[in-house]
């Protein structure tokens, strides 16, 4: 019987017949998550949270917004932090439904894991500032599900500003509205600070 280099007739069949399997796509994102969350635990670990608190709380978290867990929008010590406190994990998830009721809650948190962060007194007086700037759209959740990172009061006032001084004579809630996209086009300076990683890229602590 013929060996598999006797069979290989060509170098990249000889390549082909030594190349391993390629690693599948599901097996590469397995390997990333429990990279990730080894990094939160370490961090964790380095702030004195225990190692079981960090993965029960990072279990829950995954219960209530599957595969939101990113260290490129949040460091893995404020995950750990989130992870060490459920019951206000749970709370923060719950009132930011009640708070933007028609938005995507998993694509907000995904793009601004922050918010997990917050007070749920300061995610009150955030949105109620939010709501008040976007009072004249007719659907303000869909605003903020195309763009996340509007949900910083401060950011928002200046984005709308932004758009009023490029565009004169025109509702700046209304072309928010009608073109979610218009921040990332406008290259405006308010557009570079809406980038998602803006500020947050490193995972060191």
């Not at 989130?82 to 028609?102: H, K, N």
């Not at 694509?107 to 700037?133: C, G, N």
């Not at 759209?137 to 709308?160: G, K, V």
């Not at 509205?177 to 570079?192: K, M, T």
Request: negative net charge; hydrophobic residues 40%; glycine residues 4%.
């Amino acid at each position: 019987m013929q060996s598999r280099y006797e069979q290989a007739y060509s170098m990249s069949q000889l390549y082909a017949a030594e190349r391993p399997p390629p690693i599948p796509a599901s097996e590469h994102e397995r390997r990333r998550r429990v990279k990730d969350v080894q990094e939160v635990v370490d961090a964790g670990r380095r702030r004195g949270l225990k190692e079981d608190t960090v993965r029960s709380g990072l279990e829950a978290l995954d219960s209530l917004l599957p595969n939101v867990l990113s260290l490129h929008r949040m460091k893995p010590s404020d995950w750990a932090t989130v992870a060490s406190d459920v019951d206000g994990l749970a709370e923060r998830v719950i009132l930011l439904r009640s708070l933007y009721p028609t938005a995507d809650i998993f694509r907000l948190v995904f793009r601004k894991p922050k918010l997990l962060l917050q007070s749920t007194k300061r995610l009150q007086e955030d949105a109620a500032a939010i709501m008040r700037m976007l009072a004249s759209s007719p659907a303000p959740c869909a605003i903020l599900e195309a763009t996340p990172d509007l949900l910083d009061p401060l950011c928002l006032s200046r984005c709308l500003a932004s758009l009023a001084a490029t565009y004169p004579g025109q509702d700046p809630v209304a072309l928010l509205q009608a073109h979610p996209d218009i921040l990332a086009n406008s290259g405006s300076e308010a557009a570079v600070e809406l980038t998602a990683e803006y500020g947050e890229l490193s995972t060191k602590d």
